[in-house]
C-alpha cells in the first residue's frame, strides 16, 4: 500500500495546550477536558505504592490486589482515554489488499513447483522408496505411545475382593454381624486394601424389610439382611455416596444417578445405565463379614470390551 | 561513511536535528533494514468499533495468563507424593495429602501474593474463554468468516478448543477433590470409546484410575505444551489479520476494497495499550475480591472421597449437562458394550464442532457466493443465518443450564427429576422454535432494510 493511496480526512490538530490528551485547542469542536486522564496516573501513582506497601506489610488479598488493580486500570484509564481522544484526529483510509489477483505470478509458483515434483519423481523407484521407508519410519514411532502406560489387561476388570476377604471400615476395623442394626448404612473395604478406589463397597442391613427384592441367582448372597453394593458410579465412575433412607436410594453426588437398594440397586433416576454391582457376602465362624468372590460383573463406568 | 558526516547528511535530508526517535530510526535501519516498510506499517488502518475489542480481551486474557502462570510455577510442585500438611491453613493440620496439593494451599496461604495471582491466573482463563466465545458469536452474526478469512476461522475454532482443555488441565492439578473428580470423569469418558478406549485410557493416564503419576504428566501439557501451541495459533491468527486486515461495517467511503479507521500509531496503539491494561486491572479486580476455586474447603483429593454437587469451570458447563441430562442407554453388542456416556461427551461435542469448522464453506455453498468480502453484514441481513445461530446458542445454553442443574433445583426448591425431564425436552424443542422466531423477526426487520 503506498501513501499515495490513502487519504486524510480530517488533518491531525495541532496538540493541546497542556500537552497530554486534548488534540484541539482549548474550546476549540470536540475539545476534550485533560483532568480524567491525570487523574488516572495520580491514582496509579499512589495505587502503586499502595501496592508495594501493603505486600511489605504482608497485607490481605484484597488489599494487595485492590492497589494493583487500581494502579492498571489508573493507567488503562488514562491512555485509553487520551488515545480516544486522538482517535478524532485522523481518520484515514486505504485500499484492502486483494488476494489472488496476481494471476502471472500464480502461474508461475504453479509452473516453478510442478518442474521441481518433476525433477524428484523423474526417479521413479526412489520416490516410492522415499514414501515407503518415510511411511514406515513415521510409524514406527507409533511405539513410544506404550511407554506412556500399560494396556489394560484385567485392572478394569478386577478388583481387590477375593473369595474370604474381610470386610473393614474406614479405619481397618473388621465388620461384624452385629456392626449395624436394620435401615443402616456403611461404606466397607476389604482389609488390607483401604482406600481401594474400585473395591469400596455400600454395606446395608435390610434386615426383613418385605419391599427388599431378591434377584435370582443371588439368594445367598445377603446373609442375615445384610447387602452389598459397589460404591463406583456405573456411570462415570464416582464414588455414590449419598444414602436417602426414606426412599432407600443411593444417589451419586456427580450427576445424581439414582440406585433403587430394594431392587438390585438398579438406576431408577439419572444417567446411569447399568445397576451398581452386588458382592455376594458371607459371615464367616467368628461373625465376620466376609466376600463369597470378587464381584460377578466388572465395577464402575462401562468399557468396550466389557459386555 | 563517517559519523560525522552520516550526520550532517541525515540531519539535512530531514531538516531536522536528531531526536530520541530519529536516532532509534537509524539503529534500526542500520541494523536490521527495513524502514520503509515499517513506516508504512505505522500506518496501518484500524476500523473504529467496540466489536472488534472481543478479540483484543481474549489476547490479552492470554497475556495475564502466562504472566501469572510463571508465577504459580515457581511454587507449585508437579508430585503426588503423600505429605503430612503442616501449613498455616489449620483445618488442615496433620492430614496426608499430595505434594502437589499441599504446594496449592502454600500458595494460597503462605506465599505472599500468591492467593491473588493464583485467583487471578483462574479468572483471567474465565474471562478468556468468555470472550473468545463472544469474538466468535461475533464473527458469526457479522458474516467477518467469508473469503478471504475462512483459513483464519479455523485458527479461531482451534484456539477455543486448545484455551477450553488447558482450562481444564489447569484446575486438575491442584489435586482436590474437586479436580481429581474432573480426572476421574475425563477417565470414564476415554474408557468408553469403542474399540481404543480402555487401552487409550490406561495408556493416557498411565494405569487403571487412580494413577500416582497423572499430575506430573498433565503439567508439563498445561503450562508447556498447550501454550505454545495456543501461542503459534494466536502468532498465525493475528499475522493473517494483519496482512488481510481488519473487517468493518458498512459506512460512507467504505466498500469492499476500501477500508476507513486510525493509523495505529499513535492513536490505535494507545487506546488498545490502555484497553490492555484497564482488563488487567478488572481482571485483578476479580482476583482480588472474588474468590475463585478455594481448593483448601474441598481437602485432599481421595478416590473414596465424595464431592457434593460438584461443578466444572463454566465453559465444561455445556458438557456436563449434556451428561447429566442424556439418559442411560447402555448398549450390549454382542460381547461389546457401548456405554451411554459416549454420546453426549465424544459423539455430541464431534456435531457441535463439525459444523462449526465447516461453517464458512457450508456458507457459501448454500449462498452459492465465494467472492471475496471485506465489508460486514448486520446479523439481521441474514434471516437464516440468524436464526441457524439462534438456535445453536439456545441448544448449548440449555446444556450449560442443566450442567448446574442440581443447583437449580435445590436454590428454587424444584424436584430434580422433574427439572431434569424438563430440560431434556427444552433442548429438543427450543432450539427450533428460537430459530423460526428469530427467522420471522430477522425476515421482517431484513425487509424494511431493503425498503429504506
Ligand atoms: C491458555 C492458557 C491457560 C489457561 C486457560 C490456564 C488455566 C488454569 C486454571 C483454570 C488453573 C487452576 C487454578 C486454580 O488453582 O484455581 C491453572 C493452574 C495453573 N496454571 Fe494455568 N492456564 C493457562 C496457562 C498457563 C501457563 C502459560 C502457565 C505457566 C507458565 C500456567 C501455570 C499454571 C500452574 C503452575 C497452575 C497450578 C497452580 C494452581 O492451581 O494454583 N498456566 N491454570
Ligand atoms: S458418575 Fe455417578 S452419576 Fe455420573
Not at chain 2, 187 to 211: C, K
Request: aromatic content about 12%.
Amino acid at each position: 500500500m503506498s501513501d499515495d493511496a490513502r487519504q486524510t480526512h480530517a488533518a491531525p490538530a495541532p496538540s493541546g495546550e497542556n500537552g497530554a490528551p486534548g488534540g484541539h485547542g482549548p474550546r476549540g469542536p470536540g475539545w476534550v477536558p485533560t483532568w480524567p486522564a491525570t487523574v488516572g496516573l495520580v491514582v496509579t501513582l499512589v495505587a502503586s505504592v499502595g501496592f508495594a506497601v501493603s505486600f511489605i506489610r504482608d497485607a490481605s488479598t484484597q488489599w494487595l490486589g485492590g492497589f494493583l488493580a487500581a494502579a492498571l486500570l489508573g493507567i488503562g484509564l488514562a491512555l485509553a482515554y487520551w488515545g480516544r481522544d486522538l482517535a478524532g484526529d485522523e481518520v484515514i483510509s486505504g485500499p484492502y489488499p486483494v488476494p489472488h489477483e496476481d494471476a502471472e505470478g500464480r502461474a508461475a509458483l504453479g509452473d516453478a513447483l510442478d518442474q521441481s515434483v518433476q525433477v524428484i519423481t523423474r526417479r521413479h523407484f526412489l520416490t516410492k522408496m522415499l514414501v515407503f521407508a518415510g511411511g514406515v519410519f513415521v510409524l514406527s514411532q507409533v511405539v513410544l505411545l506404550g511407554a506412556l502406560g500399560p494396556r489394560p489387561k484385567n485392572s478394569l476388570r478386577t478388583t481387590s475382593w477375593r473369595a474370604g476377604s474381610r470386610l473393614v471400615t474406614f479405619d481397618g476395623v473388621p465388620v461384624t454381624r452385629d456392626t449395624l442394626a436394620a435401615g443402616t448404612f456403611l461404606v466397607a473395604f476389604p482389609e488390607g486394601h483401604l482406600d481401594s478406589a474400585d473395591s469400596q463397597i455400600t454395606l446395608l442391613r435390610i434386615g426383613a424389610d418385605p419391599h427388599f427384592k431378591t434377584l435370582a441367582g443371588r439368594e445367598s448372597w445377603s446373609p442375615e439382611g445384610y447387602v452389598a453394593y459397589s460404591r463406583v458410579c456405573t456411570h462415570a465412575g464416582c464414588p455414590v455416596a449419598q444414602y436417602e433412607d426414606q426412599a432407600k436410594v443411593l444417589v451419586c453426588p456427580c450427576h445424581q444417578s439414582t440406585f433403587d437398594l430394594m431392587n438390585g440397586a438398579q438406576p431408577v433416576a439419572g444417567p446411569a445405565g447399568r445397576p451398581l454391582p452386588q458382592l455376594p457376602l458371607a459371615i464367616d465362624a467368628q461373625g465376620n463379614l466376609t466376600a463369597q468372590s470378587d464381584f460377578t460383573v466388572p465395577v464402575g463406568p462401562g468399557f468396550w470390551d466389557e459386555g | 561513511m563517517s559519523e560525522h558526516r552520516l550526520k550532517t547528511s541525515l540531519g539535512r535530508a530531514f531538516g531536522a536535528a536528531p531526536t530520541p526517535a530519529r536516532r532509534a530510526a537509524r539503529w534500526l535501519d542500520r541494523n536490521l533494514g527495513g524502514s520503509s516498510i515499517l513506516r508504512e506499517e505505522l500506518r496501518h488502518i484500524f476500523p473504529d468499533s467496540w466489536a472488534f475489542f472481543l478479540g483484543e480481551i481474549a489476547l490479552y486474557c492470554f497475556i495475564v495468563l502466562v504472566a501469572t502462570g510463571i508465577f504459580l510455577a515457581l511454587f507449585f510442585h508437579a508430585s503426588q507424593a503423600v505429605v503430612i500438611y503442616h501449613g498455616s491453613y489449620h483445618p488442615l493440620s496433620g492430614v496426608p495429602m499430595s505434594d502437589a496439593y499441599s504446594s496449592v494451599l502454600d500458595l494460597s496461604w503462605n506465599v505472599r501474593a500468591g492467593l491473588l495471582i493464583r485467583q487471578v491466573h483462574h479468572w483471567a482463563a474465565l474471562v478468556f474463554v468468555a470472550a473468545l466465545i463472544i469474538h466468535l458469536m461475533r464473527m458469526f452474526f457479522t458474516g467477518a468468516y467469508r473469503r478471504p478469512r475462512r483459513i483464519n476461522w479455523l485458527i479461531g475454532l482451534s484456539l477455543l478448543l486448545l484455551v477450553g482443555f488447558n482450562g481444564l488441565m489447569g484446575y486438575s492439578l491442584p489435586d482436590d477433590l474437586l479436580s481429581g473428580t474432573g480426572l476421574r470423569i475425563a477417565f470414564s469418558i476415554t474408557e468408553s470409546i469403542p474399540f481404543i478406549g480402555p487401552t487409550m485410557a490406561t495408556v493416557l493416564f498411565g494405569g487403571d484410575f487412580p494413577t500416582t503419576g497423572i499430575i506430573a504428566r498433565i503439567y508439563p501439557v498445561h503450562i508447556f505444551l498447550l501454550p505454545a501451541a495456543i501461542a503459534g495459533l494466536l502468532g498465525a491468527h493475528l499475522g493473517l489479520l494483519w496482512l488481510q486486515r481488519h473487517t468493518e461495517f458498512p459506512g460512507p467511503g467504505r466498500d469492499d476494497r476500501t477500508m476507513v479507521g486510525s493509523p495505529m500509531v499513535p492513536q490505535y496503539a494507545l487506546r488498545t495499550t490502555g484497553y490492555f491494561l484497564l482488563l488487567a486491572g478488572v481482571i485483578t479486580a476479580f482476583g482480588a475480591w472474588l474468590q475463585i476455586n478455594p481448593v483448601w474447603l474441598y481437602g485432599p483429593f481421595r478416590a473414596t472421597d465424595a464431592t457434593t454437587s460438584a461443578q466444572p469451570d463454566w465453559y465444561m458447563g455445556w458438557l456436563e449437562g449434556a451428561v447429566r441430562m442424556f439418559p442411560g442407554w447402555d448398549i450390549q453388542i454382542g460381547g461389546f458394550l457401548l456405554p451411554a456416556i459416549f454420546w453426549p461427551a465424544v459423539v455430541l461435542p464431534g456435531l457441535i464442532f463439525t459444523p462449526l469448522f465447516l461453517w464458512p464453506w457450508l456458507d457459501s455453498l448454500a449462498l452459492r457466493d465465494n467472492r471475496f468480502v471485506n465489508v460486514l453484514q448486520y446479523p439481521s441481513q441474514r434471516p437464516g443465518r440468524m436464526a441457524v445461530g439462534a438456535g445453536f446458542f439456545t441448544f448449548l445454553t440449555v446444556l450449560l443450564v442443566g450442567g448446574g442443574d442440581d443447583v437449580f433445583a435445590s436454590a428454587f426448591g424444584w424436584s430434580l427429576p422433574v427439572l431434569l425431564r424438563a430440560l431434556q425436552i427444552l433442548v429438543i424443542v427450543l432450539p427450533p422454535l428460537v430459530a423460526a422466531l428469530t427467522y420471522a423477526i430477522a425476515r421482517r426487520r431484513s425487509e424494511r432494510w431493503l425498503v429504506s
